[in-house]
């Protein structure tokens, strides 16, 4: 039998592989909580102007860091049994593509930087510089789901600076629960790897402590986003509607924790992305309606 020859994709075919291959869809992660931070910012509604701008450069920075990701980590994909059906391991995507794509997602992300005031733009080049440097982080420190958080982290501090053109101390406090809520899941995340991680040499919580303590770590972690959440409360004002959503959140995050504990990763895809896609839209919205109608 003759090799099997793979077709061509097509423009459109490798769109959507690219932005299958960067899990695009999982921008609802981050994208509520710049929001959040925006509608603080406003006391309300920011205007669509600040809106759309705000979007597009979410959009751009996460495509431009996953695409990145992909390149840098393409070699420890195709080594890893669980990532090696991956894009470009698996040969669907070549990484002169990614490379374009991700180009094109950082100069999305400088336009809107550039068009939503001096600050932002000034700030720009700091936040893809972290997001570069997460991708190598895992080769030398465990604290690589921090850094993760951190790159989250400035999307609410960046949606304030968007509107107010400023810094204060609420945003930083929200930036700060993110950061602790993404790396939390993250190393819940990473218990897939833990086998992987460490005869590859790589570094992660779940790595260095095993399973039990990458969970009991989790859990801290998430301790800490609860807490700054309520702390966000009294710095921004906020009344009865967003403690409610505090709440949920609390318990969503609880429930997520019982998906998978004793390192069971059999529901992991559940607590990983429908929980936490729910977590940050019901801190958002909450946060709305309190702004709104209080």
Request: positive net charge.
């Amino acid at each position: 039998m003759g090799a099997v020859v793979k077709q061509p994709l097509g423009v459109l075919g490798t769109l959507r592989t690219f932005l299958e291959t960067i899990k695009f869809s999982h921008t609802v992660f981050a994208l509520p909580f710049a929001f959040t931070g925006a509608v603080l910012a406003a006391s309300g509604l920011p205007s669509l102007y600040q809106a759309f701008w705000i979007l597009m450069a979410m959009v751009g920075a996460r495509t431009a860091a996953m695409g990145l990701n992909r390149l840098i980590d393409a070699e420890l994909d195709r080594a890893n049994p669980r990532t090696c059906g991956r894009a470009i391991p698996a040969g669907l995507l070549g990484k002169n593509t990614v490379f374009l794509c991700s180009g094109a997602a950082v100069i999305l992300f400088f336009v809107a930087a550039y068009r939503l005031n001096h600050l932002c733009f000034i700030l720009s080049p700091l936040a893809l510089f972290l997001l570069v440097v997460y991708s190598y982080c895992k080769r030398f420190t465990a604290l690589s789901h921090v850094v993760l958080g951190l790159c989250l982290a400035v999307a609410p501090v960046g949606a304030w600076i968007a509107v107010r053109g400023s810094v204060e101390l609420s945003p930083f406090i929200l930036g700060v629960a993110v950061l602790f809520w993404v790396a939390g899941f993250d190393i819940l995340y990473a218990l897939q790897d833990l086998e992987f991680d460490r005869s590859a040499g790589l570094c992660s919580i779940p790595a260095r402590f095993g399973a039990r303590g990458a969970l009991l770590t989790a859990r801290l972690f998430h301790v800490v986003t609860c807490v700054m959440l309520l702390f966000l409360a009294v710095a921004a004002g906020l009344g009865i509607a967003y403690l409610a959503g505090v709440c949920i959140a609390v318990l969503l995050l609880s429930y997520e924790h019982w998906l998978v504990k004793d390192g069971d990763l059999a529901k992991l895809d559940a607590a990983f992305f429908t929980m936490n896609g729910y977590i940050s839209i019901t801190v958002f919205f909450f946060t709305l309606g309190d702004v709104l109608f209080r």
